[in-house]
């Protein structure tokens, strides 16, 4: 996958070459480049924003450089993502859409955010997505970059040791994942449940189904009306 991120703040970034996203880097499961969108501007300040028109606090940014910066990577197949509070909220499903795409453009927006006909141009050349973490203002777009591109790499092919892990994690099928204990068996007091150590794989499997039943309706009861048509009787005898 091919990733372009254009930013005023390409330091902000670094933290996608450490860890399994440095390592897909390396492999080359991720083709990613950050760009200074000031590499677009031609005035000595090199100015990206400018006062909004009809008044009101706060900057804008330009749409020349915007313009500039995105003609060098949009093509008809690029899916260009904007993180901005009025998106479409990220989650799980999103992140597997997202990772079947070839080529993904961030434009991460500072100030008031970024001139509207530069989005409106981008969508006469390829898909243009707002995408939001949540129901909050950020001072910029980077943060989310590094949210959406974790979430989205570690389900390239490759990208994780054991794929087997997205099975059961939260939100693969539904539901929130069991909780997982590790060694020592005893620790300040507290013990591993017993079927964890029975080396029954059937047992375990149901009570781990279980317990991520009663996680989830415990704590996302949103998530389990959600996936409610799918449970069978066996679940529904534990809720
Ligand atoms: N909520 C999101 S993603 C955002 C981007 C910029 N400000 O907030």
């Known amino acids: 996958m091919r990733v372009d991120v254009f930013t005023i703040f390409p330091d902000y970034l670094a933290p996608l070459e450490l860890s399994l996203i440095g390592k897909a880097r390396g492999t080359g499961a991720l ?3 950050a760009t200074d969108l000031r590499d677009f501007t031609h005035d000595v300040h090199r100015t990206v924003d400018d006062t909004p028109y009809g008044g ?3 900057m804008v940014m330009r749409p020349e450089p915007w313009g500039q910066a995105l003609d ?3 093509t008809p197949s690029s899916l260009l993502l904007v993180p901005s509070p009025a998106g479409r909220r990220f989650d799980q499903a ?3 859409e997202l990772a079947l795409e070839e080529h993904l453009v961030f434009a991460c927006g500072r100030y008031e955010g970024i001139d509207q006909r530069v989005l409106s141009h981008a969508s006469g050349v390829c898909r243009v997505q707002e995408v939001s973490l ?4 950020l001072f910029g777009g ?3 970059v590094l949210v959406v591109l974790e979430a989205v790499t570690r389900l390239l092919p490759g990208v994780l040791g054991n794929a087997d892990s997205l099975l059961e994690e939260s939100h693969a099928a539904g539901l929130l994942e069991a909780p ?3 060694k020592p068996a005893e620790w300040r007091g507290h013990g591993v449940p017993e079927i964890l150590r029975s080396g029954d794989h059937a047992k375990i499997a149901r009570w781990r189904r279980d317990q991520a039943l009663l996680r989830t309706a415990q704590q996302r009861p949103d998530l389990l009306k959600q996936c409610y048509d799918t449970l069978d009787k066996r679940d529904l005898a534990t809720l």
Do not use: S
């Not at 949540?134 to 203002?137: A, E, F, I």
């Open 31 to 33: 083709d990613l480049r």
């Open 56 to 58: 009101g606090p706060g």
């Open 72 to 74: 060098t990577v949009l």
């Open 94 to 96: 999103m992140a597997h």
């Open 134 to 137: 949540g129901d909050y203002v």
């Open 142 to 144: 980077e943060v989310a």
């Open 180 to 182: 997982m204990y590790t």
